[in-house]
DNA sequence: TGACGGCAGGCAATCGTTTCCGTATTTTCC
DNA sequence: GGAAAATACGGAAACGATTGCCTGCCGTCA
């Protein structure tokens, strides 16, 4: 038996895949030709009377590359692994939606893991996707000191962050600060001096940043919020009810309260109801991110809208394009922390004369880079 | 320069990832015996001494085997392609954590996908997938006389569906009839006999099963709903605000609504307290899922519980268990469509006496095959 | 002591693609 | 028309694993 005749090719394989030796033969060229001409297909027209064929043959047969194999020579798989807290919260499931339509449309696939915001979870299951060779790695769910960032730099694994930032790596985030402020303007122009804070994770830059942006907007109206209102939690309902609970347990109620996130806001509305409270009438609150059910709650929800999609979609870009750079071994690029600016949406939860749920956007949302 | 000089083996690649020969090498063995000895190290101990080396040099090194180039070899990859409506939909993005997290404990590793419940997207993505060589699909996005179905088992693709069924065809969902059941024995219980029922896309499973559900409880109970009362809607809140609207047009209002989604139940009251009704006082409302939110909402939301969870775990096993059972080309199994039993969890929102946000289920769940 | 079964281990083919390196052919330009 | 440059094409070697087949060693048992 020769080799060719073991491979049951031309009886059983009718239903199998073709493959490029398939379409080689049948066009009489060879299966480099055949594997060159459909490379340069992508890009411009065949130029040969073969290459024609080979192309049309291909188009028939519905021709596909198989990727393992592709994968297997060029070291490169056009996947991008990306690590999220939780799928489950809205706003990480917004921004990776952004993710991967966009590395959809620059020709990769995403492959997503949740980590649960533990950094062994963040470890295995990044461990899990190197291992499938992706090239290059997207964190949502970066820590401050996280020290396993700096091991895959040093690893020379190509990643950028989003959500969170870290430098100096490459990251894509709202530009907390800015939305933190935006919030503590609105509260300290509706009258307010008594605020509380919940900041979420400690580990997040996200809530520290919007905290901090917030507090010292306040500072510079004069406000001083003692730093025993403000209180962490996670990023979730539960979160929020718990943290409002602590919150309002201090005699001296806030007359408002600042949640990082729309879902801890949520929560807290709940704790500040079963205590007797009426939010937006007896305390202003306000939530970050400005998910779709904020607006259409019973009490619209004031919040900070972040561009969820484009930080998403800025990510995949930003990763991409350091992947293809890397590609002539040359120069790095420098890093960039890409900031999305902020939009607030006052809303009755903090201005009940707010006629309605949906108020347009006081500013133009640009980015800008930093 | 001999072949395997051409390899930067010993210089360059001290950074690289080792590779089967690098541990053979090393230990003094063949390719073939330290792939043998790995494959057999996941099942029992070393069983020679050169296995012990083995074992020993890949532990050291962190050795992981190339997948694309086993999958080249083997035309197996261990990823399962998931295709869901959309991630931002927290029913679906549950049911997605219950899934990766079982597919994973059972060696395979997922790749999600958004199709907007679009048949184009549907078919698109799925077919991105199988380019990739996915060893199988769960849709969880199948619609009634989804003729790509059809399609894939012809093909002999392996698959299964979550979330909404469709016979023959492995599925495992939410037994939505008996939920809806629930829901008209509650609603008649509490004395409705003027109910409108938002029933979701007419091309899932899901809202129709739910929806029918529900009707037939009331007709059993002497209740009757006129067709023009059950009015179809997107499974999203603004779906929900939409589909009140044009349900309470009607001027012999409902007392009771049952919405066959929580957000569309969520965006239901956000319309009828716009039209002037007091939701949970002046009129029911009924959402489906349980998600988290809705026993934290202002006027808390009764729900059913559907074991969202447990719906993708169950969908990843019976999928892999296709898997594992078509390996050895003999008889396939019979098609299973496992139904999760629901619970209903009254609050306010449908009765008001119900003194707190959270009432413990009122009927174990358990699963019942089909 | 010799036949035999079991098992460890080596050789080599193979999966399907990309890409280096020649040679053959065409095009370009004087 | 001919030399030079550009291009097309084929052969063959990888990429890193899995696996069928074969050899040789070991122990067992009659």
Do not use: K
Not at 3 to 14: E, S, T
Not at 97 to 111: I, N, P, R, W
Not at 133 to 148: E, F, H, M, P
Request: hydrophobic share 40%.
């Amino acid at each position: 038996m020769g080799g060719r005749a073991v491979r049951d090719h031309d009886a059983v394989r009718a239903t199998a895949r073709p493959t490029l030796r398939d379409i080689a033969e049948e066009a009489g060229v060879s299966i480099s030709t055949a594997s060159r001409v459909l490379a340069r297909a992508r890009t411009g027209p065949p130029r040969s009377a073969a290459a024609e064929r080979v192309v049309a043959i291909a188009e028939r047969l519905h021709y596909q590359p198989d990727l393992s194999a592709a994968s297997l020579r060029t070291r490169r798989t056009r996947m991008l692994g990306v690590l999220v807290p939780r799928l489950t919260d809205i706003v990480l499931s917004t921004i990776y939606e952004g993710l991967d339509s966009a590395a959809e449309s620059l020709g990769y696939q995403t492959v997503v893991a949740n980590t649960l915001d533990s950094s062994e979870e963040q470890r295995r299951r990044a461990e899990m996707l190197l291992t499938r060779r992706v090239d290059g790695l997207i964190l949502g769910d970066a820590r401050i000191d996280d020290a396993y960032l700096d091991e895959l730099a040093a690893r020379r694994v190509p990643f950028a962050l989003v959500s969170r930032s870290h430098p100096p790596y490459d990251s894509v985030t709202c530009d907390d600060l800015a939305g933190g402020r935006l919030v503590g303007d609105h509260l300290a122009d509706l009258g307010h001096r008594r605020i509380g804070i919940i900041a979420g994770e400690p580990h997040a830059t996200t809530g520290r940043d919007r905290a901090q942006g917030c507090l010292e907007a306040l500072r510079r109206r004069g406000v001083d919020v003692p730093s025993s209102w403000v209180v962490h939690s996670t990023f979730d309902a539960e979160g929020g009810y718990d943290a409002a609970h602590r919150l309002m347990q201090d005699s001296t109620a806030a007359t408002a309260i600042f949640a990082v996130n729309d879902m801890t806001a949520i929560g807290a509305i709940g704790a500040l109801r079963d205590l007797g409270h009426r939010p937006g009438t007896d305390i202003a609150v306000v939530g970050f991110n400005d998910i779709s059910i904020a607006g259409q709650l019973p009490v619209p929800l004031t919040s900070v809208r972040s561009p969820l999609t484009q930080m998403g979609a800025e990510a995949a870009r930003l990763l991409v394009d350091r992947l293809q750079l890397s590609r002539p071994e040359a120069r790095e690029r420098a890093p960039v922390q890409l900031r999305l600016a902020p939009q607030l949406f006052v809303r009755a939860s903090s201005d009940p004369s707010s006629t309605e749920g949906w108020t347009p956007g006081l500013r133009a949302g640009t980015a800008s880079r930093a």
